[in-house]
């Protein structure tokens, strides 16, 4: 009798386990259902109802001061939600989340900024070490080999000495996004990621995004460059007067 109770028990725990795996596929990467963002007693965004699922990619347009970066602070649990019928990032109910729980959301999000954020003083190896470092990775060969396996990806072949400003700007952006997905993200979030390039350095950055993407990394570009939306793949969401809508490609 107790053998059988514990057959019944390892079957319940496995339908359990199946349960939890095909909910969290479900489930996407980002899932938003009639939301409202604030700041202060402004409100940004009104009614935002978005869903980035697994894998996949979409853009994100505006004018400055019409949203996008109060949208993404919000998926980096960066300001408060005003009112949320549903607002769930990588596994987090950012309605519930607790302060603990902020900090392991974020290593899960990789973000590339426009004017690229390197460290000036360090040297393309180091600004890379010291991410790791600050995310609790101490193993020197462990380092070494997660920092020329992100290079590699990202096509930079330069010294692993030479500083920032000794790279021309796309090879700045490159080091950027193999900063970006040092720790794997699930997510990557890119705010105007060729605002500072020229076009065919920006159709290089492009055609990086788009292998990444194929390598299952869920990407969310904001941008107000509508020639780069058009090389790529993906629906696009507009913010513009408070509101969140998604731009029908023509």
Known sequence: ???MKQKKLNIINKKSLIFHYFEMIYMGTINILDTDLKIGNNNVLQNINFQLDNGEMKFLIGKTGSGKTTFINSIFANLEIEKSKKFEVLGYDLNKISESSIPLLRRKIGFVFQDFKLLNDRSIYDNLEFVLKATGH???QEIEKKVKRVLKLVGITS?????????????QQRVAIARSILNNPELIIADEPTGNLDPETSL???ELFQRLN??????????HDYNLILK???KV????DGKFFEVKRK
């Open 232 to 234: 790529l793949e993906g």
């Open 159 to 171: 010294s692993l000495d030479k500083f920032p400003n000794e790279l021309s700007g796309g090879e």
């Open 214 to 223: 194929k390598l299952g990394t869920s990407i969310i570009i904001a941008t």
């Open 138 to 140: 101490n193993v020197k």
């Open 1 to 3: 009798m107790i053998l």
């Open 237 to 240: 969401y507009k913010c513009e």
């Open 204 to 206: 290089e950055i492009i």
